[in-house]
C-alpha cells in the first residue's frame, strides 16, 4: 500500500564516500522533502523540492517529476551523517505528507 | 528555546488508561500535526490543524483526539489505550502548512515513545 519507496533500506558507506539514496512514489506530488531522523529520534526538514535540484553544504536533493524519482545525495560522508533518512511525498489532492519507510546510513570513519 | 515541545519523551501506560501527549510551539506557527512512527513503516499522519479552532483527521485517526484552543498548543488525547498505539509519537509545525517553502520546511518535536502494556 506504501505509495513511497525507498532504496536502499540499509547502508554502510566509508567516511569520505559519496552517497546516494533513492526514492521513488507511485502518486502525483505537488512537493516532495527529505527529512533526517538522528539516533536519538529526532527528525530534522533537510529539503523540500517541487522540481529540479537544491544543495546544501554537502547534501544535494534532485527530484524528476515525470519519473517519479528522487535522489538524495551526500558528498564527503562523514561520520556525523549517521542517521536515518527519509523520504515524504506531498500529494497534489491532499493536505498531507506520505512517508517512505526510510533509509538508515551508517558512515564508518 | 525556538521549536516544538512534546512532552512527556516515555510513557507506560496500561490498556484502558487514559493521557494527553502534549506538544506546543512558539514559532507562531498556524499549521500543527501529530504522526505516529511504526518499525517498518513510515510516518503516519493522525491529525492536523490548520489553525486555532479547527483540526481536521489524518491517515489513521482512530482512537485519537485533538483540540486546538490557541496557536501554541497542540495536544493528542488517548482515550483508551490500546497495545496497537504502542509507538513513538511526533508532533510537527509549520508556518503556513504542508505546502509552506520555508527553509526548512517542518519543524519537528522530539518525540514521545509510547508503551502500552
Known amino acids: 500500500k506504501n505509495e513511497v519507496e525507498q532504496s536502499p533500506q540499509n547502508l554502510t558507506a566509508q567516511e569520505g564516500e559519496f552517497i546516494t539514496i533513492n526514492c521513488s512514489y507511485s502518486?502525483?506530488?505537488?512537493?516532495l522533502h527529505w527529512l533526517q531522523q538522528h539516533p536519538g529520534g529526532g527528525i530534522v526538514s533537510l529539503f523540500m523540492l517541487s522540481s529540479g535540484k537544491k544543495k546544501h553544504g554537502r547534501l544535494i536533493a534532485t527530484i524528476n517529476i515525470q519519473e517519479k524519482h528522487s535522489s538524495l545525495h551526500i558528498t564527503a560522508s562523514h561520520p556525523r551523517d549517521s542517521a536515518v533518512y527519509i523520504c515524504?511525498?506531498?500529494?497534489?489532492?491532499?493536505?498531507?505528507?506520505?512517508f517512505g519507510t526510510g533509509t538508515s546510513l551508517t558512515v564508518i570513519p | 528555546n525556538a521549536g516544538v515541545t512534546q512532552t512527556p519523551k516515555f510513557q507506560v501506560l496500561k490498556t484502558g488508561q487514559s493521557m494527553t501527549l502534549q506538544c506546543a510551539q512558539d514559532m507562531n506557527h498556524e499549521y500543527m500535526s501529530w504522526y505516529r512512527q511504526d518499525p517498518g513503516m513510515g510516518l503516519r499522519l493522525i491529525h492536523y490543524s490548520v489553525g486555532a479552532g479547527i483540526t481536521d483527521q489524518g491517515e489513521v485517526p482512530n482512537g485519537y483526539n485533538v483540540s486546538r484552543s490557541t496557536t501554541e498548543d497542540f495536544p493528542l488525547r488517548l482515550l483508551s489505550a490500546a497495545p496497537s498505539q504502542t509507538s513513538v509519537y511526533f508532533c510537527?509545525?509549520?508556518?503556513?502548512?504542508?505546502?509552506?517553502?520555508?527553509?526548512?520546511?517542518?519543524?519537528f518535536g522530539s518525540g514521545t515513545r509510547l508503551t502500552v502494556v
Open positions: 502518486v502525483g506530488i505537488s512537493a
Open positions: 515524504a511525498v506531498l500529494l497534489n489532492t491532499g493536505n498531507q505528507f506520505y
Open positions: 510537527a509545525s509549520s508556518l503556513q502548512g504542508p505546502t509552506y517553502p520555508g527553509l526548512y520546511g517542518y519543524t
